[in-house]
């Protein structure tokens, strides 16, 4: 490959073609063609895209059960319906997600609403919380939370009364008078409890509302073991929302708690990131980059591709080492034995100056006459010895190729003698042609 | 549109500026956008500096023809109608079998003039070698950013038999021409006609004394003799299933173009008429009324564009082709190749019809590599493989005695053998005035 960088003239001169003549055409698709021809692709990717999202902002929320008692979640199973009403009537209400947050947002006269669903918050942190607010609602309260806060307190098992009345002190719960049935209760041992009210009984010790005080600090902590009382399908129901409002609303400010997992205690080793330095992350991502540009540039083809058609050609000797094969494989001895036999029957043939159809007999008798051999030793190579094992057919290959050797050498021998002789027979005889035709 | 390396590892440096500025994730991942957009802004002002591709008129210079073996110099011109200094590299996208190894070439071209790239081309295939487009891919000043465009500019150079055999001509030549009167020698045959009387000198053969003009001119006066001159040679070449076998790495096709040409070539020294023709179930190529140098220009060039065809030769419409040919007596040289009794049927079957009416030699390529493995018989697996060549070879000779009995010829070398011994063939029945 080389490039001469002579003049357009010289070139021109040289060659007798003008430039500037028929523009060549291009093949490569400009920008606006392909975008035009792939059009149709492109309006189809992006229709399936805008319909994609619409559908994900028509859909949203309504399916999504979200976090169940959330305060801004309005779905059957939120609380959003009695967050907005505690709102209305002028309580502040705070949502929190962790510990942090209840420390900031309580005051010395906040309610705290704590549901725990999936058991967050170990022992102290649900004794410190205790301590934070003055009233502390606690729905659905697992055995954990019930030995901090209310260590009297047991499980009392699902309740089968058929209506659930207040029937106790507490305002709040006369206001609701009735609550929904069947949900889980509480109990209160056998006993003298004097800090202990049961509301909304289902036998005479399980309760679906109970209201312990605390002797030392004088905080109250009301304990509602059926969370259903609280979310936004039910709360419309009997006395729930009575309850609820009556139960929250005491203050002007209200925490609405729901534990997550930036609750958990962090153990162990630091982790990674906080051990390497800050620029390891995008230095990551500048090489991802580099990595795509460098895949970019190797794998952008220089043109199309181009085709060669390529002829067929197939090896000759294919069916002969085919035919070997199955030769072999069926050790067929005797077979491939007779085709060796009649290759060296015909060459001797010809050695020993017998025809191509020189009959099998005249030539296993001039064979041994020539080579001195016994008849009947050439004979058994040539046509009746039978091949019982592999051995002996490589025996009778071998002793063909000695036969054909001894018989070339035995010709050789016979012819050379005769035509010495009748060379020098003629030199003698006759005088040089040319001597005789001298004028 | 391409990216360069040169660009990539712009990319990548932009780790010291990372590293060095940012001590915290927020800091680092600042530098990284800003470092992406000064590099994404350098490549697609690049990219727009960069001359265009499109702007490049294409013209080809190329020879017609070229000899499998010998190279040729393709040229391209390019000439750059764009206002910008074009600086690319060129690809010649051709065949890979044009031999054209690295196609691709550098080239800077400023605005309205043109350049020459030219390219050695060494072909290793026969056939027509093809190249259809040129891509240009021309890289801005900073050599970041390239943009590329594929231009049509169509070309295709005919690549012809080698005719190796070209090296037995002379030695053939030369004993044709002792067959004529014009050296010392005299044969004097079936074959031959009268030439001309001419003055006894030492060596000649006495009995072509003729003694009336002997004495006529008062001196003792010879006949010379010279072959028979004008006689009609048809060359047939099987272009079916069987001349796709390749022996002794050449498909059975190429040898046999080489012996068609060795023999064309002989033939119209020795003044008789050659016509050719490559046939399977249609005409692939055909060669008629030429004679001299263009005869042999015409051969290679029609065998240049035939390729072997799997399909199985239809010997029955052979006869017809040859009478269309010619009606007179010819010799005629069918090229084939001759393997069991049960492929040559065909052949066999249509033979009497060729032999009533022509001279016939049916010439076929011999496997070396099956008589070689007839006499190796070092193990078992080598017995059994010398009986099936011993088998192979007994068919052939099966065959070809069959061949002999309908009244033709039968010529069998090896590939590198079978071309001279089929000129011998030609020269020993011409001798023996059987054309």
């Known amino acids: 490959m080389s490039v001469t960088l002579d003049s357009a003239t010289d070139v021109a001169a040289n060659h007798g073609h003008s430039a500037g003549g028929v523009p060549t055409t291009v093949a490569t698709p400009t920008l606006r063609a392909l975008l035009r021809r792939s059009s149709f692709w492109i309006f189809a990717f992006a229709g399936i895209v805008i319909v994609a999202i619409v559908g994900v902002f028509l ?11 959330a305060g801004d979640n309005a779905a059957p199973a939120g609380s959003m319906a009695l967050v907005e009403v505690l709102r209305q009537q002028g309580v502040t209400v705070t949502l929190a997600d962790s510990l942090v947050e209840v420390r900031d947002a309580v005051g010395a006269d906040s309610t705290v609403l704590l549901f725990d669903e999936n058991g967050y918050l170990d022992g102290d942190q649900l004794a410190e919380l205790a301590e934070l607010a003055a009233r502390t609602v606690v729905v659905a309260p697992d055995f954990l939370t019930l030995q901090a806060l209310a260590a009297t307190v047991g499980f009392g098992g699902v309740s089968d009364a058929s209506s659930l009345q207040a029937d106790c002190v ?15 209760t509480l109990s209160i041992p056998a006993g003298e409890h004097p800090l202990v009210t049961g509301c909304f009984a289902s036998s005479t010790d399980t309760f679906s509302l109970i209201q312990v005080e605390n002797e030392a600090t004088g905080g109250i902590v009301s304990l509602v073991p059926d969370a259903r009382v609280f979310n936004n399908e039910n709360v419309t129901g009997y006395g729930n929302a009575a309850l609820a409002l009556g139960l929250l609303g005491e203050s ?5 708690y729901l534990p997550t997992l930036a609750d958990l205690p962090r153990t162990g080793p630091p982790s990674l990131a906080a051990l390497t330095p800050g620029w390891v992350s995008p230095v990551a991502v500048l090489l991802v980059l580099a990595a795509v540009a460098a895949a970019f540039w190797r794998g952008r083809r220089f043109g199309p591709l181009v085709a060669e058609n390529l002829p067929v050609t197939v090896k000759a000797s294919e069916t002969m080492e085919g035919r070997a094969r199955l030769y072999a494989r069926s050790n067929a001895r005797l077979r491939a034995l007779d085709a060796l036999r009649v290759g060296t029957v015909q060459r001797l043939a010809r050695a020993v100056g017998l025809g191509r159809l020189a009959h099998l007999e005249e030539v296993v008798g001039a064979v041994a006459q020539i080579t001195g051999g016994e008849p009947n030793q050439v004979r058994r190579v040539l046509v009746d010895a039978i091949p019982s094992s592999d051995a002996q057919l490589m025996a009778l290959s071998d002793a063909l190729q000695a036969l054909e050797q001894a018989t070339g050498r035995a010709v050789m021998a016979s012819v050379v003698p005769a035509a010495e002789a009748a060379a020098s027979a003629s030199r003698d005889s006759s005088p040089p042609p040319a001597e005789r035709m001298d004028p | 549109m391409t990216l360069s390396g040169r660009f990539v590892l712009l990319v ?9 500025f940012g001590p915290d994730t927020v800091a680092a991942t600042g530098v990284l956008f800003i470092w992406l957009g000064v590099v994404l802004t350098l490549g697609g002002v690049d990219l727009a500096l960069a001359a265009s591709p499109r702007a490049v008129t294409v013209e080809r210079m190329l020879p017609a023809r070229v000899r499998l073996g010998e190279s040729v110099t393709s040229e391209l011109y390019l000439t750059n109608t764009g206002r910008r200094r074009l600086v690319a590299v060129v690809r010649d996208a051709w065949q890979p079998s044009a031999g054209a190894g690295r196609n691709r070439s550098r080239v800077a071209i400023p605005r309205g003039e043109r350049r020459l790239v030219s390219l050695t081309l060494t072909p290793f295939r026969r056939g027509e070698r093809r190249v259809e487009q040129v891509t240009v891919r021309t890289r801005g000043p900073l050599g970041l950013w390239n943009r590329q465009a594929t231009l049509n500019a169509p070309g295709r150079i005919r690549v012809l038999p080698p005719f190796h055999a070209r090296k037995h001509l002379p030695s053939r030549i030369a004993r044709l021409k002792e067959l004529d009167g014009r050296t010392s020698v005299m044969v004097r045959g079936q074959g031959t006609e009268f030439d001309s009387l001419r003055e006894y000198v030492r060596g000649d053969d006495v009995r072509s004394i003729d003694w009336r003009a002997t004495a006529r001119r008062n001196d003792v006066m010879v006949r010379t003799w010279r072959p028979e001159r004008d006689r009609r040679v048809v060359i047939l070449l099987d272009t079916g299933r069987t001349s796709a076998a390749r022996v002794d790495n050449e498909p059975r096709l190429d040898t046999a173009f ?3 040409l060795l023999l064309a070539a002989l033939t119209s020294v020795a003044g008789d008429r050659v016509d050719f023709l490559a046939f399977d179930r249609r005409v692939r190529g055909r060669v008629q009324g030429a004679s001299g140098a263009a005869l042999l220009a015409q051969m290679v060039d029609s065998m240049a564009m035939i390729d072997p065809e799997l399909i199985e030769m239809d010997w029955a419409a052979v006869p017809g082709q040859v009478r269309s040919i010619t009606s007179q007596h010819a010799l005629v040289v069918v090229l084939t190749s001759i393997d069991a009794a049960g492929a040559s049927t065909g052949l066999l079957a249509v033979l009497p019809q060729l032999t009533k009416r022509h001279t016939v030699v049916v010439a076929s390529v011999l496997d070396p590599a099956t008589v070689l493995a007839a006499a190796t018989r070092g193990g078992r697996d080598e017995i059994y493989r010398a009986a099936a060549a011993e088998r192979a070879l007994l068919d052939v000779a099966r065959v070809s005695a069959a061949i002999r009995q309908l009244g033709a010829d039968v010529v069998t070398a090896s590939p590198a053998q079978l071309p001279p011994a089929l000129a011998d063939r030609y020269i020993a029945l011409k001798a023996a005035g059987r054309l």
């Open chain 1, 59 to 69: 859909s949203g929320g309504s399916n999504a059960a979200g976090r169940a008692l």
């Open chain 1, 252 to 256: 002007d400010s209200l925490v609405w």
């Open chain 2, 258 to 260: 080489e012996a068609a």
């Open chain 2, 12 to 20: 990548a440096l932009g780790v010291v500026p990372i590293v060095w």
């Open chain 1, 170 to 184: 507490l305002p709040a719960a006369n206001r609701a008078g009735e609550l929904l049935p069947g949900g889980d």
